[in-house]
């Protein structure tokens, strides 16, 4: 049985950048952990020489001609920015004093 | 009969032939609207009444000279809300953007507003799509307009209950997973998911991009037919986008038999914890098909038992990498009073995400993360190939295949709610098509015993929706499922 430690829960929640509540964090790791446990299942199927899906559908990607177009202008870029200054994105100090 | 009661087709019928006008229908879907709209809850965000009655009346205008009309002209229509629309509040059910406004349409947006049809809202839907019933909305649940006690389903139980409740002709959803189809079930109407590529995703808030689909759910199989054509293309704007040619679908949903087909009844959707009531209804489905003209023929999907853990490692790692734009700098959420910036991605990501999105993310971002990248994701990938190959070969013998969309009927609210593992264990008969990227369709095949609706899942070959289509109408002609419409009462 698959069983995630309380620091595991913390590595990947700093990995994911979320800030997790105590009782999130008890949560989490009991539902990964049973979550983890259902999916392990699949080291059960054999896969050896097996490629790994990289397509569906028998579909190509297409890549569209390298030409210039009209995108959105900055105002409208920038139009939903919580915060933006003279054509900027504004946020908070990277490095703390 | 009421104008909201028609479908899609015989609304069309009606505006081309100028008995009706784009002001009367959008009059009577906003009386609609406000008599079920309160105990439904389909919409996340309504069309101002002023605007939609401007809008039908610049179609009106723009036709007295002569009447030359768009398939889906002054039809009625709602769009999921993780669906870009250019002005118009876009949520994808989540804090994260609530007060989000795209500048830009969706490419689906564009074809269809080149048609001129009413939009009237946006559906509610599970948060970022991660969900089976709605119930994972920010703004809270929708209701099955069979019974509002039970789930419409998810994600896009907005959709769903809309086109059921008479709130909208036809609507569009997401399909990630199951999220057109199960719903569709749920609500007891027509949800297509189109071959992976068929439309383009450009503009469709992204979950999991090897499987996100966009597609119609509607009243009745040719009502999907005639929003399909309105959908497919090749999207430059979209790299998976199909270059494939295309017929006219609604030329499929034409002929009452499915002579010289082959239908594939694949035994390990008729396993352990099929609802006796679901299976005796998919059994009767399988009759009727024999009774009109097809050649039944059991098949074997062997990988099928695998499918649900292949699907929640890899839709949870490609949702983790997606998911990662919502930073709380270029739009959406911001979290108040940071002083400085990684405390800002904590807090706004921590504040703005519900928590099945936070669940999904940490599964992702483990299952993606150093140490257990070839143990899961590569393990998962590799999976998907034999699931693929199954279908490949059973396709080799049948034209489609038949199955249940869900394994009981729309659950209670609230039923599942706590324990997400069993939540996702109701996906097992969607998620195979979705993995293949193959077509397929739910569309009503019975009630059971407390008069839910049941639903019937039809999968093709890629790029086959015509034969699914087909095969669909047949059965919808063959029986009278259509016909029956939920009772809401005011």
């Given at each position: 049985m698959a069983d995630i430690s309380q620091k595991e829960v913390e590595?990947?929640?700093?990995?994911?950048?979320?800030d997790l509540t105590e009782?999130?964090?008890?949560?989490?790791?009991?539902?990964?952990?049973?979550?983890?446990t259902f999916v392990e299942q699949l080291q059960e199927v054999s896969t050896e020489g097996v490629p790994l899906t990289s397509s569906v559908a028998d579909q190509e990607s297409f890549l569209r001609e390298d030409l210039p177009r009209k995108g959105l202008s900055q105002e409208e870029a920038l139009s939903n920015a919580p915060e933006a200054n003279e054509g900027f994105f504004v946020v908070p100090k990277i490095i703390a004093k | 009969m009421a104008l909201f009661k028609l479908t899609l087709k015989e609304l069309q019928e009606k505006f081309t032939s100028g008995e009706i006008t784009a002001g009367e229908i959008a009059r009577a879907y906003l009386l609609r609207i406000s008599q079920v709209e309160p105990k439904i809850k389909s919409y996340i965000s309504l069309t101002p009444r002023e605007d939609l009655l401007m809008n039908a009346q610049a179609i009106d205008d723009g036709l007295k000279a002569w009447r030359k009309t768009e398939p889906l002209m002054a039809m009625p229509l709602g769009i999921k809300d993780n669906i870009c629309t250019k002005g118009m509040r876009t949520t994808c059910g989540s804090r994260m953007l609530e007060t989000f406004v795209p500048p830009y349409d969706a490419t689906v947006m564009t074809k269809f507003n080149?048609?001129?049809?009413?939009?009237?809202?946006?559906?509610?839907?599970d948060e970022f799509a991660m969900g089976s019933s709605t119930e994972h909305s920010a703004f809270g649940p929708s209701r099955n307009p069979w019974n509002q006690q039970h789930i419409p389903g998810g994600s896009s139980g907005g959709s769903a209950a809309a086109v059921a409740a008479d709130e909208c002709v036809a609507a569009l959803g997401s399909d990630t997973g199951g999220s057109i189809r199960q719903p569709a079930a749920c609500c007891g109407v027509v949800g297509l998911k189109p071959t992976y590529g068929r439309v383009s995703r450009y503009?469709?808030?992204?979950?999991?991009?090897?499987?996100?689909?966009?597609?119609p759910i509607t009243k009745t199989v040719t009502d999907a037919a005639i929003m399909l054509n309105a959908l497919v293309g090749h999207d430059p704007l979209d790299s998976t986008s199909a270059k494939r040619d295309f017929p006219d679908f609604t030329k499929s949903a034409k002929k009452k038999d499915i002579k010289k087909l082959v239908v594939g009844v694949p035994q390990e959707y008729f396993a352990e914890g099929l609802d006796p009531e679901v299976s005796e209804k998919i059994q009767d489905a399988i009759a009727v098909f024999e009774g009109i003209g097809g050649k039944i023929q059991e098949v074997t999907l062997p990988s099928t038992?695998?499918?649900i853990a292949t699907y929640y490692l890899i839709a949870t790692a490609e949702?983790?990498?997606?998911?990662?734009?919502?930073?709380?700098?270029?739009?959406?959420?911001?979290?108040?009073?940071?002083?400085?910036?990684a405390e800002m991605y904590h807090s706004t990501r921590s504040q703005g995400f519900g928590p099945e999105v936070k669940r999904r993310i940490m599964l992702?971002?483990?299952?993606?993360?150093?140490?257990y990248y070839d143990a899961f994701y590569a393990k998962a990938q590799a999976v998907r190939t034999l699931i693929q190959r199954d279908f490949e070969a059973v396709f080799q013998e049948v034209?489609?295949?038949?199955?249940?969309?869900?394994?009981?009927p729309a659950f209670r609210l609230g039923e599942r709610l706590e324990d997400p593992l069993q939540m996702y264990l109701s996906d097992i008969y969607t998620i195979p098509a979705s993995l293949a990227g193959l077509p397929a369709i739910s569309l009503p095949c019975g009630h059971s015993s407390k008069g839910l609706p049941i639903g019937l899942q039809l999968m093709g070959r890629p790029f086959e929706e015509n034969i699914v289509l087909r095969a669909a109408f047949a059965y919808e002609h063959a029986t009278n499922w259509r016909t029956k419409r939920p009772i809401i009462r005011s």
């Open positions: 590595h990947v929640a700093h990995l994911a950048k979320l009782p999130e964090k008890t949560l989490f790791g009991e539902q990964l952990s049973q979550i983890l | 080149a048609q001129k049809p009413l939009i009237l809202g946006k559906t509610n839907l503009g469709l808030v992204a979950f999991a991009s090897s499987l996100d689909q966009i597609g038992e695998r499918a949702a983790s990498s997606n998911l990662a734009r919502y930073d709380g700098v270029k739009y959406g959420f911001r979290a108040k009073e940071c002083k400085e910036l992702g971002t483990y299952a993606l993360s150093a140490g034209d489609f295949l038949v199955s249940p969309v869900m394994p009981t």
